[in-house]
């Protein structure tokens, strides 16, 4: 049996790191063997990105992402071929917004985004998009805490306008409303899975 692979973009502050865990959780009280993973990845690759190596450059932060990805594929593909269910936090929809809506000069062109990805990426079985209001996430993000360079209002505006164009663009897109109550958002993705498992 193969696995199926779930992923959860959106915005810093969506939410997507914590239904990543509830929807692996949930999988596995089905009886399903269920990973869940993120990118940017803890290994070589992402671990520059992490750090920052890239951020003056978002093509070559781009190139970055696609490396760190293509590695993950190739981790993910095993597991799916082993059996089990991946659910990952962010992958190639997530570089297309973020890098795609960079502030200044540079930023590179999505559709160039997508095919640096091509060559390594899996299709996911299902995509959600937790969408949320830009203003609403940087609360979360400040209660948490944590800020990362990513975390500016007008530049979470245009990558959560990058996200809903091309979930206008994919219908297997799911756009869920990532303010609603976690156990509520949770209930509807997995109701949503339950189709196709």
């Known amino acids: ?77 095993g597991l799916l071929d082993g059996g089990s269910d991946v659910v990952c936090d962010r992958y190639v929809a997530s570089s297309v917004a973020y890098q795609s809506s960079a502030p200044g000069e540079g930023a590179p062109d999505a559709g160039w985004i997508m095919e640096i990805n091509r060559p390594g990426a899996i299709a996911p079985d299902a995509t959600f998009l937790l969408d949320l209001d830009p203003e609403v996430g940087m609360g979360r993000i400040g209660a948490r805490g944590e800020r990362s360079r990513f975390e500016d209002a007008e530049y979470l505006r245009r990558v959560r306008a990058a996200y809903l164009g091309m979930a206008a663009e994919d219908p297997s897109v799911a756009v869920l409303d990532a303010s609603r109550p976690k156990r509520e958002l949770l209930g509807e993705i997995m109701e949503r899975i339950r189709g196709i498992i």
């Open 1 to 77: 049996m193969t696995g199926i692979f779930i992923v959860l973009e959106g915005i810093d502050g969506s939410g997507k790191s914590t239904m990543c865990s509830l929807v692996a959780e949930a999988l596995g009280s089905l009886g399903r063997r269920a990973v869940a993973t993120c990118e940017p990845t803890g290994g070589p690759v992402g671990s520059l990105i992490r750090a920052g190596a890239a951020g003056a450059s978002p093509a070559a932060e781009a190139l970055l992402f696609a490396a760190d990805r293509a590695i993950h594929s190739r981790e993910i593909r």
